[in-house]
């Protein structure tokens, strides 16, 4: 499966600040994700990562807070703006190489807390 | 409303012996069900699926059962082993939908394999 390289691991930020997170794929694939998992909770798509378009957003996630980049077929940014205590969450990248019934694979995740 | 649901956060099992891991799910659109496994401070890692014109899928010591009318999965793992010490997260897909991308995730179960 895909080699999948996460940036940063881990980050503490002060709150109504903007960090990106970077997602880079050791091979072209079609399907990039992020997901966020806050603490106690289960992963919950944030949006797909299209290339050369727009991102297409979840219900209850806003190009405004999370906006994303996809500017070739390896590489991805999601960015967490104007960050708050609620922000505090693990943000995974996912792809799926593929076509249907294929799994998708996930980097290690940035472990993001907001003060 | 979470529609993959795991009951038990938590189980624990002594080597050797069988480990059953749960999951329920609500949405009757869901055909493809995962399960992936999840080391602390690395990404979840796909273990095995199962696509929904199936009702058991193995590979190895870990066997997939689907009972579609009950709406309910459940992981095997025989034998089990210390090294499967992890959270288990389970997962689920309408591939037929037109969102083939979107994986639901339940909430993990922390599974304990005792020497």
């Known amino acids: 499966s895909a080699v999948i390289s996460q940036k940063p691991s881990r980050d503490i930020c002060q709150r109504g600040t903007s960090l990106t997170i970077q997602c880079q794929v050791d091979s072209q694939v079609t399907m990039m994700f992020w997901y966020r998992q806050q603490p106690g909770q289960s992963l919950t798509l944030i949006a797909t990562a299209n290339q050369g378009s727009e991102a297409t957003y979840e219900s209850g996630f806003v190009i405004d807070k999370f906006p994303i980049s996809r500017p070739n077929l390896t590489f991805s940014t999601l960015t967490v703006s104007n960050m708050s205590p609620e922000d505090s969450s693990i943000y995974l990248c996912s792809v799926q190489t593929g076509g249907n019934n294929q799994p998708q694979h996930f980097g290690d995740g940035t472990r993001l807390s907001i003060l | 409303d979470q529609q993959v649901k795991q009951n038990s956060p938590s189980l624990s099992v002594q080597e050797g012996r069988i480990s059953i891991l749960n999951c329920d799910y609500t949405?009757?659109?869901?055909?493809?069900f995962l399960w992936y496994k999840k080391y602390p401070a690395e990404g979840p890692t796909f273990l095995i699926s199962i696509s929904s014109i199936k009702d058991k899928n193995e590979d190895g010591r870990f066997t997939v059962f689907l009972n579609k009318s009950a709406k309910h999965l459940s992981l095997h793992i025989v034998p089990s082993q210390p090294g499967d010490s992890a959270v288990y997260f389970c997962a689920a897909s309408a591939m037929s939908g037109g969102s083939n991308y979107k994986l639901t995730f339940g909430k993990g179960t922390l599974l304990t394999v005792n020497p």
């Open positions: 949405n009757s659109m869901f055909d493809y």
